[in-house]
Structures are given as C-alpha cells and as structure tokens.
C-alpha cells in the first residue's frame, strides 16, 4: 500500500491537487476490496466503501460527540484536560453542518472520479482548499455554507487511516496474497532482456 500513500505525499509535495484527491478517495475502495472481495451484489462497493471509511476516518469526520473530534485530532490536549470538561465534551454532539460523513465521502468519490462534480448529501456544497500560508489549518469547518476540507489535511488522514488499516491487517494471509495482485509500474531499465517489446 506504500505504492499508494507515498504516490498521495508526493502529488500534494508538489501541488497536483487532483491527482491527490483522486487516489485518496480510491483508497477505502481498494482497502476495503482487498479485505473483503466483490461478490457482485447490488450496492456491495458503497456498503464497503462505507463501512471502511466508519471504521478509519469517522472520528475525524464525523465524530459522535465534540470530546471524539478532539481526541482524534489533538490527542495531546485530552491528556491535559480536566475531567469535567471532557464529561461535557463527551455529552456534546457536533454540528452536522460540520460533518463530512461516509454517505458524502461515498458520494464524493462517485461523483468526483466519474464526473468530476462536488457535492454533499441533499446537495449541499463543500470545497476543497489548499494549505493557508504559515501552516495553518483551516479543515473540517463551514464557511459561508459550505464545508471546508484542506487537501493535505484530508489527503493526509486518508495515508494515515490506510497506514492504520495495514497494521489490523499483519497476519491475515489472504489480504497478503491479495496485495501481492495490485497494480505496479515497473521500471523498464529493470526488465528482464528476455522480454522482446515490439512497435
């Protein structure tokens, strides 16, 4: 999967945006694949596309409550925090006009890969931004409406949540072997000269 996420770095090292986004939304759907293979049922990609982007991403997301959004994105500052305020932190849900969920991740990527479009459930907008200057992060809020999402920050937590998958991964043989399937480009200086390539 390092073919993935490494390819992911390097598209947002460079700005290619597009190129980022797109491979980072075909991750759930390649992990989720890989762990889970087709069996040609109707509506089967969506619910496993889904079901991995709960699994890996829907804390940061789409959190249950404001203390799993903190914990998930600054986890240093729930160790320094007093318990009352976690108690009501956990008792807090926050705005859905602040959620990006795994229906509007799944609609997204259909959209987006195939039609290049878009939008969020009950057509609602959000937009993608590059990084602000001086490294600040201005991802996961609404501004005027619509929801924002930081392309390196988004990229980033999809190679994160894939790294994450990996791990759960170690030891199921079957993943293994189906890894072992995916795409690669080879180098051409490195084939075999056995092989005759011809015009």
Request: hydrophobic residues 35%; charged residues 25%.
């Given at each position: 999967?390092?073919?993935?996420?490494?390819?992911?770095?390097?598209?947002?090292?460079?700005?290619?945006?597009?190129?980022?986004?797109?491979?980072?939304?075909?991750?759930p759907?390649?992990?989720?694949?890989?762990?889970?293979?087709?069996?040609?049922?109707?509506?089967?990609?969506?619910?496993?596309?889904?079901?991995?982007?709960?699994?890996?991403?829907?804390?940061?997301?789409?959190?249950?409550?404001?203390f799993?959004?903190?914990?998930?994105?600054?986890?240093?500052?729930?160790?320094?925090?007093?318990?009352?305020?976690?108690?009501?932190?956990?008792?807090?849900?926050?705005?859905?006009?602040?959620?990006?969920?795994?229906?509007?991740?799944?609609?997204?990527?259909?959209k987006?890969?195939?039609?290049?479009?878009?939008?969020?459930?009950?057509?609602?907008?959000?937009?993608?931004?590059?990084?602000?200057?001086?490294?600040?992060?201005?991802?996961?809020?609404?501004?005027?409406?619509?929801?924002?999402?930081?392309?390196?920050?988004?990229?980033?937590?999809?190679?994160?949540?894939?790294?994450?998958?990996?791990k759960?991964?170690?030891?199921?043989?079957?993943?293994?072997?189906r890894?072992?399937?995916?795409?690669?480009?080879?180098?051409?200086?490195?084939?075999?000269?056995?092989?005759?390539?011809?015009?």
């Amino acid at each position: 999967m390092d073919r993935f996420t490494n390819s992911i770095r390097k598209a947002v090292q460079d700005q290619n945006w597009f190129s980022a986004i797109f491979l980072a939304l075909a991750l759930p759907d390649i992990c989720s694949a890989l762990e889970n293979p087709p069996t040609g049922q109707r509506g089967e990609v969506g619910e496993r596309y889904k079901a991995w982007f709960n699994r890996y991403l829907k804390k940061k997301y789409d959190p249950d409550s404001v203390f799993d959004l903190v914990s998930a994105r600054n986890p240093e500052s729930i160790e320094r925090m007093d318990s009352v305020i976690s108690d009501q932190l956990k008792e807090t849900r926050p705005t859905q006009e602040c959620a990006f969920t795994a229906i509007d991740c799944y609609r997204f990527r259909c959209k987006c890969l195939h039609q290049g479009l878009i939008e969020k459930a009950d057509g609602e907008k959000f937009i993608f931004i590059t990084p602000p200057p001086n490294k600040n992060v201005v991802h996961g809020g609404s501004f005027q409406g619509r929801f924002q999402l930081q392309v390196d920050v988004f990229c980033e937590d999809m190679c994160i949540a894939v790294e994450q998958w990996v791990k759960d991964m170690v030891g199921n043989n079957e993943v293994a072997a189906r890894c072992r399937e995916l795409i690669e480009v080879h180098n051409y200086n490195e084939l075999s000269p056995s092989i005759e390539f011809r015009n």
